[in-house]
């Protein structure tokens, strides 16, 4: 069976041609060929197609070097064989330095078949490496763009710590350029929490030891204070089956985490509104039911009255019921109040915290008359920022108690100022030299419907009216007191 | 037996529906002495005989306690709990005379040994049932052991 050869002959003699045909069919080829001895033809007939170029060294036209030099320039790589009669030893040479792949002398043609094989093979796996070479070429390129390019920083570390290559966004979320990472330890980079590190390094020993593959998050601060949440993904890098470095890639997931922990506070604060509204229910079904029981009652003994014609206690009878439709009255109205807070609030503005206090005292002036209270304020208060008309609720709400709690005190004081500031908010006071409240109640005292004494009068409303439109403020209010020593009660409002 | 021999303790802050309960009491014809306490720190102070009623005997406990839940300063399930966590005052039979029907209430007056749980009806005839049955049950027909001095 005969083996297909696309031949072209740089040759000048027929006869010599022939004899090359001959030793090639001999040798088992099909040789379909051209033979050519100047250089346009040969330049007309070289193409990629051919399998094999056999070229006579010198031709009075042309010579082999020249062929091979033209061959090259064009970028091409047949496999070129010298067949010459006259066995110039240099010229030979240069021809080989050139390219050629092997040389024949007429007088010994038998080798020819060989040689074309040889030629043939050798092109074959020159053509498979260069493959070879071309796709990895190509792989590296399409590693190094993808490495370059992701969005995800990505670092290679070396067993020992050393930052072995580090992609653009290692280097912005390590806020430091690429020759300020590579070659130094990760652990110099002073953009670790050094709480984490230890739990850095336990993680990392046990990556190489084949024990951790999961993704793990640490949290770290970097050279400009910053704190960043990372979620690391490794994987290892193995070279003949030894591991030689670790792939990282740091997702940045700060934000996420910041959105987790907000979502964790709304929860949270959601959770503790629900507790809120819940105790808010609960104590208004029991506060709002107690009077239709007391009512009832006395109605039913208002008739058994009438029937026995005891007049007297139908009197007292009726004035109960009047008292209990006062107190459920009383109730709703503050009820009412207190679920406006946060609802219908007034445009906030600056006030003058003196004006406030003005306001409310012109409110509980009869009250003040009555008891022969003294009211002393601080000059040159500071300006806060809030609704005006609920403030002075807050303001007229801790005088009325003031009053109400003032005891047998045959001078009556309240005293009204600012003493420091909190978290950059003043803090305000108004103090009494009443009857005070012992330690156990200053909590109790802020809920609704928790009246300390039975018998004043009022809901129980007012503290909790008044810690709800400080709270709006986002203000705090609590009190410091002792019993027969009188109360302050001191709570923040936002500055101007 | 000490002077005052009181037989019932009714802790109730609003002084009409104190009224109303001693009213229905009478109606029943249970006249006992009875002591009433406006918040549940006096409760306290009088039934371990602290305080205002610091000259009281703790070993002449009062047959019942009538107590209301919604109470100042110390509410009256704290009541309840100091009363049956003391071994001097636990036999006191306690029965919880409230408007709140809220099942948490009832729930946590049982587990810590309330011995009824009334709701106050919003109906006339029946609160004076209910106070009828609380007298006769814990006044005439209850038999609590007598106090041992430890």
Same mark, same amino acid.
């Given at each position: 069976?005969?083996?297909?050869?696309?031949?072209?002959?740089?040759?000048?003699?027929?006869?010599?041609?022939?004899?090359?045909?001959?030793?090639?069919?001999?040798?088992?080829?099909?040789? /379909?060929?051209?033979?050519?001895?100047?250089?346009?033809?040969?330049?007309?007939?070289?193409?990629?197609?051919?399998?094999?170029?056999?070229?006579?060294?010198?031709?009075?036209?042309?010579?082999?070097?020249?062929?091979?030099?033209?061959?090259?320039?064009?970028?091409?790589?047949? $496999?070129?064989?010298?067949?010459?009669?006259?066995?110039?030893?240099?010229?030979?040479?240069?021809?080989? !330095?050139?390219?050629?792949?092997?040389?024949?002398?007429?007088?010994?043609?038998?080798?020819?078949?060989?040689?074309?094989?040889?030629?043939?093979?050798? =092109?074959?796996?020159?053509?498979?490496?260069?493959?070879?070479?071309?796709?990895?070429?190509?792989?590296?390129?399409?590693?190094?763009?993808?490495?370059?390019?992701? $969005?995800?920083?990505?670092?290679?570390?070396?067993? /020992?710590?050393?930052?072995?290559?580090?992609?653009?966004?290692?280097?912005?979320?390590?806020?430091?350029?690429?020759?300020?990472? %590579?070659?130094?330890?990760?652990?110099?980079?002073?953009?670790?929490?050094?709480?984490?590190?230890?739990?850095?390094?336990?993680?990392?020993?046990?990556?190489?030891?084949?024990?951790?593959?999961?993704?793990?998050? %640490?949290?770290?601060?970097?050279?400009?204070?910053?704190?960043?949440?990372?979620?690391?993904?490794?994987?290892?890098?193995?070279?003949?089956?030894?591991?030689?470095?670790?792939?990282?890639?740091? !997702?940045? %997931?700060?934000?996420?985490?910041?959105?987790?922990?907000?979502?964790?506070?709304?929860?949270?604060?959601?959770?503790? !509104?629900?507790?809120?509204?819940?105790?808010?229910?609960?104590?208004?079904?029991?506060?709002?039911?107690?009077?239709?029981?007391?009512?009832?009652?006395?109605?039913?003994?208002?008739?058994?009255?009438?029937?026995?014609?005891?007049?007297?206690?139908?009197?007292?009878?009726?004035?109960?019921?009047?008292?209990?439709?006062?107190?459920?009255?009383?109730?709703?109205?503050?009820?009412?109040?207190?679920?406006?807070?946060?609802?219908?609030?007034?445009?906030?503005?600056?006030?003058?915290?003196?004006?406030?206090?003005?306001?409310?005292?012109?409110?509980?002036?009869?009250?003040?008359?009555?008891?022969?209270?003294?009211?002393?304020?601080?000059?040159?208060?500071?300006?806060?920022?809030?609704?005006?008309?609920?403030?002075?609720?807050?303001?007229?709400?801790?005088? /009325?108690?003031?009053?109400?709690?003032?005891?047998?005190?045959?001078?009556?004081?309240?005293?009204?100022?600012?003493?420091?500031?909190?978290?950059?908010?003043?803090?305000?006071?108004? =103090?009494?030299?009443?009857?005070?409240?012992?330690?156990?109640?200053?909590? !109790?005292?802020?809920?609704?419907?928790?009246?300390?004494?039975?018998?004043?009068?009022?809901?129980?409303?007012?503290?909790?009216?008044?810690?709800? %439109?400080?709270?709006?403020?986002?203000?705090?209010?609590?009190?410091?007191?002792?019993?027969?020593?009188?109360?302050?009660?001191?709570?923040?409002?936002?500055?101007? | 037996?000490?002077?005052?021999?009181?037989?019932?303790?009714?802790?109730?802050?609003?002084?009409? /529906?104190?009224?109303?309960?001693?009213?229905?009491?009478?109606?029943?014809?249970?006249?006992?002495?009875?002591?009433?306490?406006?918040?549940?720190?006096?409760?306290?102070?009088?039934?371990?005989?602290?305080?205002?009623?610091?000259?009281?005997?703790?070993?002449?406990?009062?047959?019942?306690?009538?107590?209301?839940?919604?109470?100042?300063?110390?509410?009256?399930?704290?009541?309840?709990?100091?009363?049956?966590?003391?071994?001097?005052?636990?036999?006191?039979?306690?029965?919880?005379?409230?408007?709140?029907?809220?099942?948490?209430?009832?729930?946590?007056?049982?587990?810590?040994?309330?011995?009824?749980?009334?709701?106050?009806?919003?109906?006339?005839?029946?609160?004076?049932?209910?106070?009828?049955?609380?007298?006769?049950?814990?006044?005439?027909?209850?038999?609590?052991?007598?106090?041992?001095?430890?």
């Amino acid at each position: 069976m005969s083996l297909p050869l696309r031949v072209l002959m740089l040759e000048d003699s027929e006869m010599d041609a022939e004899l090359v045909l001959y030793e090639l069919r001999r040798a088992g080829y099909e040789p /379909d060929w051209r033979r050519v001895d100047n250089e346009a033809d040969y330049l007309s007939c070289l193409s990629t197609d051919l399998d094999v170029i056999l070229a006579d060294y010198s031709m009075p036209q042309f010579n082999a070097l020249r062929a091979l030099q033209l061959m090259k320039e064009r970028g091409m790589d047949m $496999p070129f064989i010298i067949v010459t009669g006259t066995a110039g030893e240099e010229a030979v040479a240069e021809c080989m !330095r050139q390219g050629a792949r092997d040389y024949l002398l007429k007088d010994r043609l038998g080798r020819l078949g060989s040689a074309v094989e040889h030629a043939l093979q050798e =092109k074959r796996l020159n053509d498979e490496k260069k493959q070879a070479l071309n796709a990895l070429h190509e792989n590296e390129e399409k590693y190094r763009s993808l490495f370059e390019s992701s $969005p995800e920083p990505i670092m290679l570390i070396g067993l /020992d710590g050393t930052i072995l290559d580090c992609n653009q966004a290692a280097q912005i979320i390590a806020n430091r350029p690429r020759k300020e990472l %590579i070659g130094k330890s990760f652990q110099d980079l002073g953009v670790l929490d050094e709480t984490n590190m230890p739990v850095i390094m336990q993680r990392f020993t046990e990556i190489i030891g084949g024990k951790l593959f999961a993704p793990f998050q %640490i949290r770290v601060i970097r050279n400009d204070n910053k704190i960043l949440w990372l979620e690391i993904h490794v994987a290892l890098l193995k070279k003949d089956d030894a591991i030689y470095a670790i792939q990282v890639i740091s !997702r940045d %997931i700060t934000e996420q985490k910041q959105i987790e922990a907000e979502r964790e506070n709304l929860i949270q604060e959601l959770a503790a !509104r629900n507790a809120e509204l819940e105790q808010f229910t609960y104590t208004v079904s029991h506060d709002l039911k107690s009077p239709l029981v007391t009512i009832n009652g006395y109605l039913g003994y208002i008739e058994q009255d009438a029937a026995s014609g005891n007049l007297e206690r139908l009197k007292q009878d009726t004035q109960r019921i009047q008292d209990a439709t006062n107190k459920m009255h009383a109730l709703l109205t503050e009820l009412l109040e207190l679920s406006r807070i946060g609802r219908m609030m007034n445009a906030p503005e600056n006030i003058s915290f003196e004006e406030i206090v003005k306001d409310a005292i012109d409110i509980v002036h009869g009250q003040l008359e009555k008891r022969d209270v003294t009211i002393q304020t601080q000059p040159n208060l500071p300006i806060v920022y809030g609704d005006r008309q609920r403030l002075t609720e807050v303001l007229q709400n801790l005088l /009325d108690n003031a009053i109400k709690y003032m005891g047998d005190q045959t001078n009556p004081l309240v005293e009204i100022g600012q003493h420091g500031e909190e978290d950059d908010k003043p803090i305000f006071f108004v =103090k009494d030299n009443g009857i005070g409240i012992a330690p156990e109640y200053h909590e !109790r005292i802020f809920g609704l419907f928790n009246k300390l004494d039975p018998n004043m009068d009022g809901t129980g409303i007012g503290l909790a009216l008044v810690k709800r %439109i400080i709270e709006f403020h986002k203000g705090s209010i609590w009190v410091e007191s002792k019993l027969g020593e009188g109360s302050t009660f001191y709570f923040t409002l936002p500055k101007e | 037996m000490s002077m005052e021999n009181i037989e019932i303790l009714l802790v109730e802050d609003n002084p009409n /529906d104190e009224e109303l309960t001693l009213y229905a009491l009478r109606e029943n014809n249970i006249t006992n002495q009875i002591q009433v306490a406006r918040d549940g720190a006096e409760a306290l102070e009088y039934l371990f005989c602290t305080g205002a009623f610091a000259g009281r005997q703790i070993n002449d406990p009062p047959k019942v306690v009538l107590l209301d839940l919604k109470l100042p300063k110390v509410d009256g399930l704290e009541v309840l709990e100091r009363i049956k966590a003391d071994e001097r005052t636990r036999t006191i039979p306690v029965v919880v005379l409230t408007s709140s029907h809220e099942e948490r209430d009832i729930v946590e007056s049982y587990q810590l040994g309330v011995n009824s749980y009334i709701v106050k009806p919003v109906d006339f005839e029946q609160f004076n049932e209910a106070i009828r049955h609380i007298g006769l049950y814990w006044m005439l027909l209850n038999k609590t052991p007598l106090y041992k001095s430890t």
